[in-house]
């Protein structure tokens, strides 16, 4: 399995199975961040869906979503 290098946490870990996101987002995400932080992010995006009051299906807010990401 490949492994990868952490852009957040700088652990070497194996490389997330499948796109954790749609697009070269994900594909980014995958190649450089570590399931242990996607975790982290995926918790941490419903404060930040819920303060802001989004709703992650309009393009603009998913856009928002996104830049926090």
């Known amino acids: ?9 700088g652990d070497k870990t194996p490389k ?19 399931p242990r ?8 995006s419903v404060t930040v869906i819920n303060e802001h009051k989004l709703k992650p299906f309009l393009p603009q807010h998913r856009a928002f979503i996104e830049d926090q990401m």
């Open 37 to 44: 932080c996607w975790a982290e992010w995926q918790k941490f």
């Open 16 to 34: 997330m199975g499948g796109n954790p996101y749609v697009g070269p987002l994900g594909e980014k995400v995958q190649s450089t961040i570590c």
């Open 1 to 9: 399995m490949e492994e990868i290098t952490c852009k957040r946490c």
